[in-house]
């Protein structure tokens, strides 16, 4: 799936990490005719899209997946009534009190529909996903948020707080709003996920797949340094690849200044 124009991205961001694609598989006979592995492992949902950003691909299910939260949050099991109120958020010490708390497990926003199974694996490999997952340093996860700007203006359903990042941040939340939204990541992902200090992530579902690409390869001339743009070139198979033109002498300081000049030199014109 766009598997020239992915590398070329990861390229361009310097990722560490496959870009990842995750399919929901509704019922047992989806699950049955994806044609692919069960995970060869049980571990945490996040631990299982870790997997992926290394190049596994795989299927896995409500017994594959460790973490209650995680089952909860993507569809795989049905938390207490209690639990999606709340109330073990404020037990266990994360909120202050049980209307915090409330809120808070509203706005992880689970998935309430009954999944069987779900497909994680790197998103070029993939026929077809529902949302897609990128992970990286701060800066990477800038030029995503730089190139979704580029396409869809400002961001209306970010929602993020440090908890339930893959499970919650990156799938049920975009799966509800159909939107991007961006995590920073939380005490587990980074743990079992084996995430660095300083990398986020991000998603957005797989109808902006097209838009958040040409977006982030659009703002390359715009936003990146001289250097980038020379080691972009060096890797590509010719200038013309990524289908701009990069100058390595622009960039949008430039861009402003120039218009910055127009303006006021057309604006005392009209005065005169």
Partial sequence: MEEKRLGQIALAL???HEVVGVRFLDFKADYQAASLPEAPKRGSFCFHIRNAMDGQHYIIREGLVSCDYG???VGLSKPDPAIAQGRSIQYCGLCRTH????????AMQFIDMPVYGIEVGPLREMDQADIVIIAG???AIMRVMQGYAYQYGAPQNLCFYGNQAMCSDMVSKVYHTNDINISLLCRGTRIYGRFDKGELAAAFPIGMLDGMLDGMIKTINPVHSAPDKR????ALDSPDALGVQLDEGYNYGAG???????????RKEERN
């Fill in 14 to 16: 310097e990722l560490q």
């Fill in 137 to 139: 340093f701060a800066e």
């Fill in 231 to 234: 080691r972009i070139l060096a």
């Fill in 256 to 266: 402003l200044m120039e218009y910055d000049a127009r303006a006021a030199c057309l």
């Fill in 99 to 106: 209307t915090v708390a409330r809120q808070i497990a509203q």
């Fill in 71 to 73: 089952r909860y949050a």
